[in-house]
């Protein structure tokens, strides 16, 4: 009886040791089908002005798990980037069992500066977002305000107070559709000159920059292939008079 009683233990023991090895491989076979199934093969991009889509996959599906179309949403997905050069958040979203969707949400340039070498890149807060050797024709570029110092993710130290301000107002007028200039200068005493080609745009201090840049957009159509200085030093709410010094001398006023 005692013989029998070991043979029957010893057999159960061996069907639990079956049975947990059956469990495993049945769940090594779904996770290995459930892996083959959502694998990656395709993946979109979209809202990236700064980087390919290439250096965007690089980036954003990073890890032994990113290769999984349900998993990458979950573990790839980034409300901050404060370590990623203009990017300000990344989502990736599920297509289809073999294709996610990366939207990239771009920290948002306001304006550009010299500094040494480089283009360096700020907010509308005024933080220092990239510096390159590349400039980005999209964005303002503005002399006369060469940075003392540069630090990523620090607020730009120039001269100025009234610069950022200016620089704001500036990018939300050209954010209406006004032209962009090709620079912009501001001397020591804030005076703001846009250039526009052979033309040159004397705006003098930041005030009616509305009403200023309102007849900058219409006029420039108007002297379209000449050279010369329109003048908008002394425009206000109620004096609307336009001056445009020839490159020969000659003056006409609008």
Known sequence: ???????????????????????????AGGLLGFWSFFR????????STHYSEEQIKKIVLR?????????????????????????DAIDVS??????????????????????????????????????????DGEVPYYEGMEPGSVCIDQPLAVRSSQF???????????QTGVADP??????GKSALTLFYGEIQVMLGKDKYLDDK??????????L???????HMENITSERKTVTFENADGSVRKN
């Open 164 to 174: 950022l301000d200016t620089a704001v107002n500036l990018f939300q007028i050209f």
């Open 182 to 187: 090709d620079r912009i200068r501001i001397d």
């Open 40 to 47: 990656i093969q395709e993946v979109g991009v979209v809202g």
């Open 224 to 230: 379209e292939g000449k050279k010369g200085t329109l």
């Open 94 to 135: 599920y297509v289809n069992p073999h294709e996610v969707l990366i939207s990239i949400k771009e920290k948002q340039s306001i304006g550009c500066v010299r500094y040494l070498d480089c283009y360096v890149y700020f907010d509308r807060e005024g933080v220092v977002i990239e510096s390159t050797v590349e400039k």
């Open 63 to 87: 890890g032994p798990l990113a290769g999984n179309s349900v998993l990458a949403p979950l573990l790839c997905s980034r409300d901050r980037t404060e370590e990623i050069s203009f990017i």
């Open 213 to 222: 840049m309102a007849r900058v957009d219409a006029i420039l159509p108007i």
């Open 1 to 27: 009886m005692r013989n029998r009683t070991y043979y029957y233990a010893g057999r159960e023991k061996k069907k639990k040791h079956i049975g947990a090895v059956l469990a495993l491989l049945l769940a």
